[in-house]
């Protein structure tokens, strides 16, 4: 990504978090998160 767009994407994520606010990590820890597979030797090069 260019610098222009990192901080392009910088603001527009604060804007987000400016009127969103964010989630504790706390919540974020309570997260069902998914099993992935596990990737096969190859799938992984």
Do not use: N, Y
């Not at 820890?29 to 096969?40: G, I, K, Q, V, Y």
Request: hydrophobic letters at 40%; a negative charge; zero cysteines.
């Amino acid at each position: 990504m260019s610098e222009q767009g990192g901080s392009w994407v910088g603001t527009r994520l604060q804007a987000a978090f400016d009127i969103h606010g964010k989630m504790p990590q706390m919540a974020l820890d309570e997260l069902d998160w998914p099993t992935l597979p596990e990737l096969s030797q190859e799938e992984a090069e």
